[in-house]
């Protein structure tokens, strides 16, 4: 029994740091890119994600309430984050590291 108590520990650590990160991935995000993603509103999405954040430290993973916030993160990552990070070009820049905002450096060749 003590190590499924282990296990249940574990998975409730893993769903705090998931949900947090959502958390914070959401709150670094340009507001504007949720509306031109045609999402809901950043304060929507931290605010369900908060409280997704806080019923996971709450609460047991055995209840209900750690569920659905594990559906609105899951949301948010698979859905909303990646669309977001495409508007704002999620730090993707495939450049080298002499790329300007209009193209590569060359030194004035």
């Known amino acids: 029994m003590q190590g499924f108590a282990n296990f249940m520990w574990l998975l409730s650590l893993a769903l705090i740091l998931f949900s947090g990160f959502a958390l914070l991935d959401a709150a670094v995000r340009r507001e504007d890119a949720f509306r031109a993603a045609d999402k809901k509103t950043k304060p929507f999405w931290l605010i369900i994600l908060g409280l997704a954040f806080v019923v996971n430290l709450i609460f047991n993973i055995l209840s209900f309430l750690p569920i659905l916030g ?27 590291s002499s790329d300007g905002p209009y193209g590569p450096y060359n030194g004035g060749r």
């Not at 949301?75 to 990646?82: K, L, Q």
């Not at 669309?83 to 704002?88: D, E, F, K, L, V």
């Open 70 to 96: 594990l559906i609105a993160t899951i949301v948010y990552m698979v859905d909303v984050r990646p669309a977001i990070r495409q508007i704002t070009g999620g730090g993707r820049r495939g450049g080298s």
